[in-house]
């Protein structure tokens, strides 16, 4: 009796084990509309993506700032690509609320080291740096993310 009370509550365990690992199946997407505010610190002054994602059955529809965006077809078959102005968004097809990702590019600024004041040489008459400096540049680089979903 012991033997089939412990091999019982054994199955118990392992059943609740199981199911706190559960990932529902990707077919199982609640489909609707989802809302996102995206903010993209690098960029200087702060850039805000803000839109809507709408899941149907068979594909990903994407709207920001009120505009349709415009489908840029499948990568490698696995998942949705779009393009906003010079934003650009994909969704995997398994899952496209978890499987996101955005590019978008961007003015950075920073300091950087610069040589102000030149001095010639007069062994070698080769230029040498005599006075250094900081100078603000302009540089642009994507920056990439994953969208945070507003709550619904």
Not at 29 to 58: C, H, M, W
Not at 112 to 121: E, F, G, H, I
């Amino acid at each position: 009796m012991k033997r089939i009370a412990v091999v019982i509550f054994a199955l118990g365990l392992t059943a609740c084990a199981a199911r706190s690992k559960y990932q529902p199946p990707a077919g199982n997407t609640a489909y609707g509309s989802y809302p996102f505010k995206q903010i993209v610190p690098q960029s200087n002054p702060p850039r805000v993506l803000e839109g809507v994602v709408v899941l149907l059955p068979d594909t990903v529809m994407l709207t920001m700032g009120g505009k349709s965006c415009v489908g840029s077809g499948t990568r490698n078959g696995n998942s949705f690509a779009y393009s906003c102005g010079d934003v650009s968004f994909s969704f995997g097809k398994e899952s496209p609320l978890r499987q996101n990702s955005f590019r978008v590019p961007t003015v950075v600024w920073r300091m950087q080291r610069v040589c102000m004041t030149y001095t010639t040489s007069r062994t070698t008459g080769a230029e040498q740096c005599s006075r250094w400096g900081q100078e603000r540049v302009e540089s642009r680089q994507i920056v990439s993310g994953t969208l945070s979903f507003l709550p619904r």
